[in-house]
C-alpha cells in the first residue's frame, strides 16, 4: 500500500523568507512523486516530480523539492518566498511498477505575508 | 491548448434531484478520475477509468455513477443526491503507460462546486 503524509495544515512565512512545505511517503518500491498547487477557483496544477536521478528537483515559479530516500521524504522549498506563492499545495506519490492510481496527501495551505 | 474542461462551474440543486457533471479532455488521454474535496480531508478518489468501458470505484464511490462510452468523455452521475455530497468537485486525465510510462502526472479540470440542499 501507498500513502503520504503532509503534517502541516497550514505554514506561515514572511515575504522573502525561505519556504519549506513537509512530505512523507510510504510505499513497498520506488517512488514516483509529485508536488501541485491549487490557487482559488482552480484545478490542482502540477509543479513538479522526481521519478529517478538527481535528488533535487526544479520546478515551476521557482520552487524546487528534496527527495531523501532514508527519511522517506520529499519536501517542497522556495528560497525567496512570494505572496503570491500563498495556495494549497498537495504532495501525491505512485509505487513504480505499482498501482497507477497515485494517493495524495491531505494538502497544506501556504500563507505567505507581506 | 490541452485542457480538461469541467461543467457546470457551479450547481446548487435539491436532493434526490438527477443530475451530471460533464468532464472531457482533448489530450488523448487513456486514464480519467474524479475526486471530491472537502475541507480537512483533501482529495478523495470517487471513481476512475483507465480507458473506454473499462471504470473502477476509488475510496469513495457511493452514490455516484460513472461512465466511458467515449474516451474524451467522463461524465460524474449523481442518481439521487444527498447533502452529505455538497463538495467541491474535481476531474483529472493522464496517459498511461507503456505509452509514456506511469510518471505522467495529471491534468485537473477547475472544478465544480455542487450544493445538495
Known amino acids: 500500500a501507498q500513502s503520504v503524509a503532509q503534517p502541516e495544515d497550514q505554514v506561515n512565512v514572511a515575504e522573502g523568507n525561505p519556504l519549506t512545505v513537509k512530505c512523507t511517503y510510504s510505499?513497498?518500491?520506488?517512488?514516483?512523486l509529485f508536488w501541485y498547487v491549487q490557487y482559488p477557483n482552480r484545478g490542482l496544477q502540477f509543479l513538479l516530480k522526481y521519478i529517478t536521478g538527481d535528488n533535487l528537483v526544479k520546478g515551476s515559479y521557482g520552487f524546487e523539492a528534496e527527495f531523501n530516500k532514508s527519511q522517506t521524504s520529499f519536501h517542497l522549498k522556495k528560497p525567496s518566498a512570494l505572496v503570491s506563492d500563498s495556495a494549497l499545495y498537495f504532495c501525491a506519490v505512485r509505487e513504480a511498477g505499482g498501482s497507477y492510481i497515485p494517493t495524495f496527501g491531505r494538502g497544506t495551505s501556504l500563507i505567505v505575508h507581506p | 491548448e490541452a485542457q480538461v474542461t469541467q461543467n457546470p462551474r457551479y450547481l446548487i440543486t435539491v436532493t434526490g434531484k438527477k443530475l451530471t457533471v460533464t468532464c472531457s479532455q482533448n489530450?488523448?488521454?487513456?486514464?480519467m478520475s474524479w475526486y471530491r474535496q472537502d475541507p480537512g480531508l483533501g482529495l478523495r478518489q470517487i471513481y476512475y477509468s483507465m480507458n473506454v468501458e473499462v471504470t473502477d470505484k476509488g475510496d469513495v464511490p457511493e452514490g455516484y455513477k460513472v461512465s466511458r462510452k467515449e474516451k474524451r468523455n467522463f461524465p460524474l452521475i449523481l442518481e439521487s443526491p444527498s447533502p452529505n455530497q455538497t463538495s467541491l468537485y474535481f476531474c483529472?486525465?493522464?496517459?498511461?503507460?507503456?505509452?509514456?510510462?506511469?510518471?505522467?502526472?495529471?491534468?485537473f479540470g477547475n472544478g465544480t462546486r455542487l450544493t445538495v440542499t
Open positions: 483529472a486525465s493522464s496517459p498511461i503507460p507503456p505509452r509514456t510510462g506511469s510518471n505522467s502526472p495529471l491534468h
Open positions: 510505499v513497498s518500491g520506488n517512488p514516483y
Open positions: 489530450m488523448n488521454h487513456e486514464y
